[in-house]
């Protein structure tokens, strides 16, 4: 197969932690070639989606003792080229979050993709509808009480009804701006008006859940079905699991409880044709849904000697063939 990878620019990954990498060296280990853009190089002509593209070479990552290390260099990439991405086989939108204006842009020109021909992975549409904090709120038995609001006062009597919550942005990603909220910081008022820019935007406000100091799993779902987790834990000082913020990870086995979580959100997902999906829970409360650019593989593999890589590229290649009956 021919596969594509929509990436932020390939210098600014990480080989041994970026999902997209662990995505493409597997595709490359069963023999599939790897191609790869940018969401700015990306264009519509004659009515069907085009790209600036570059073939690449990927020397492998090794785990040694348990850590992940890379060549210098760890990539190799041809000269540029032009061609319709309908000449791939399919097309992994992977541009991290968040979800500007230019983001949605590339992701109208991938409706230009006839899916019948080459798989998008995930479908733009789907990402578009799928606001990473918001899409959570339709599983309305799987989330904690959750209230999205620009309204000052409805967060400060949400806030003063649960004790404690935690603040989220909704457009933000890696764990970036949100805020722990209690009802006696004399801070509040202007934590609440800087969040909202003056009652304009409004957040997330999602009640604090205790168990958030065990950890904040994140669960790989591939076409709907759960295929890997990893446990993150936060630092010292920091109330935030996520691993941008400095949140350390850990083993786990995903529990009844999410995997009824996953159930509950399989159908949707697929549907939305969200095939590659990363959710978080925390206390068997599910906090989010990331479509955009879900990342935990590499470490899922080397805690567990998984593989999570092979499996989606292989249900990829199960999927061409029955696009091809």
């Known amino acids: 197969m021919k596969l594509a990878f929509i990436i932020d620019p390939i210098h600014q990954l990480d080989p041994c932690h970026d999902t997209s990498v662990a995505l493409m060296e597997a595709a490359q280990t069963l023999g599939h070639e790897i191609w790869v853009t940018q969401a700015n190089l990306l264009s519509v002509a ?8 570059e073939r690449l070479e990927l020397v492998p990552v090794q785990l040694v003792e348990r850590r992940y290390l890379a060549a210098n260099p760890w990539y190799k990439l041809s000269d540029r080229t032009v061609l319709f991405l309908e000449t791939m086989d399919a097309v992994f939108m992977r541009t991290d979050p968040p979800v500007s204006v230019p983001y949605l842009y ?21 990402i578009r509808a799928a606001n990473e904090k918001m899409y959570a709120l339709q599983f309305t038995k799987a989330i904690p009480e959750t209230i999205v ?28 701006g949100i805020l722990f909220l209690q ?42 079905e759960p295929i890997g987790a990893l446990n993150r834990l936060s630092v ?7 691993m941008a913020a400095g949140g350390t990870v850990a083993q ?3 529990t009844s409880r999410e995997e009824e979580i996953c159930h509950q959100l399989a159908e949707t997902l697929r549907k939305d044709g969200l095939i590659f999906v990363g959710i978080d829970i925390i206390g068997g409360y599910l906090t989010e849904v990331n ?11 080397r805690l567990n000697g998984a593989h999570l890589g092979d499996q989606v590229i292989k249900w990829v290649e199960q999927a061409k063939k029955v696009q091809q009956i």
């Open 46 to 53: 004659e009515g069907k989606a085009w790209a600036v593209l």
């Open 106 to 126: 590339a992701t109208y020109i991938l409706d230009y993709i006839d899916q019948n021909k080459t798989l998008v992975i995930n479908n733009p549409n789907g």
């Open 149 to 176: 609001t620009a309204d000052k006062q409805a967060i400060r009597q949400f806030v003063e009804a649960k004790g404690a919550a935690v603040l989220k942005p909704l457009g933000n990603k890696a764990g970036e």
């Open 183 to 224: 009802p006696e910081d004399r801070n509040f008022n202007s934590i609440v008006e800087l969040s909202t820019l003056q009652n304009r935007v409004p957040v997330m406000v999602q009640t604090y859940l205790p168990e958030a100091k065990d950890g904040d799993k994140r669960i790989i779902l591939l076409n709907g």
């Open 236 to 242: 010292a000082g920091e109330f935030r699991n996520n």
């Open 252 to 254: 786990t086995e995903i």
């Open 291 to 301: 479509v955009t650019s879900p990342t935990g593989i590499r470490e899922i593999n």
